[in-house]
């Protein structure tokens, strides 16, 4: 059976689903993550004058959560494992644009008027795309709040080296540009380059199969849609 690596932005367990998805395919994944999620000290947030939350990560729901009880503002998020997220957090409104940041921005300016009230949006440190800059063009009011920081990994797992110098590995999934990129660093600073030359990668967005194309010889390749299933 092929193996894979799962290489994730997001927390283990939350591999889990996708792991369990492609045992049923009959791909044995190898989940390696080149980031880890630590939160930011943060003051009380204030929300007067709030109209709505937006999240692009279960991490950044989580981080609210985390850090603030409410749980009653409506919540727009990225795509369906993001609103998944913040329906297991409690919030009770909850609308996913199934897509990348632009398709939010369009859900949000369609669904919310920009006189009504500011837009919170928990994240990370370091954001992919400039959700706060594309709102803001339209009107809006966005109040960008960083409540974790997705620190990257600084090498690769024993497991993982011996796994792709025996050509184990077949598949690589990066689900962000950053995983990718700390993917493509770790594997030189491995010594590992030669042995991605049999393995394809999948990039959940363009910009993340561009960011995977470090090493040569590998087979890149992009999801139709930057959403799980």
Request: charged share 20%.
């Amino acid at each position: 059976e092929a193996a894979l690596t799962i290489d994730v932005r997001r927390l283990v367990e939350d591999a889990a689903p996708v792991a369990d998805m492609l045992r049923t395919r009959g791909v044995e994944p190898v989940i390696e993550p080149m980031l880890s999620i630590v939160a930011s000290p943060a003051p009380a947030l204030d929300l007067a004058g709030v109209q709505a939350l937006l999240f692009t990560s279960a991490n950044g729901v989580r981080a609210f959560a985390d850090a603030s009880s409410a749980r009653d503002l409506p919540v727009f998020a990225v795509g369906d494992a993001t609103a998944r997220a913040a329906r297991e957090c409690g919030f009770a409104t909850v609308a996913s644009a199934g897509g990348d940041v632009g398709d939010l921005e369009r859900l949000v300016a369609k669904r919310l008027d920009p006189q009504a009230g500011a837009l919170l949006h928990s994240a990370g440190r370091k954001v992919a795309g400039d959700l706060a800059g594309r709102l803001s063009a339209r009107g809006f009011a966005v109040r960008r709040v960083a409540l974790y920081e997705a620190r990257a990994a600084e090498a690769l797992s024993a497991d993982l080296q011996g796994l792709m110098r025996r050509g184990d590995i077949d598949l690589a999934l990066f689900f962000s540009p950053r995983t990718a990129a700390t993917f493509v660093t770790l594997v030189g600073q491995a010594g590992l380059a030669a042995a991605c030359h049999g393995m394809a990668a999948v990039g959940l967005s363009p910009a993340g199969g561009k960011a995977a194309a470090g090493p040569p010889g590998r087979e890149i390749r992009t999801a139709l849609r930057p959403e799980l299933p």
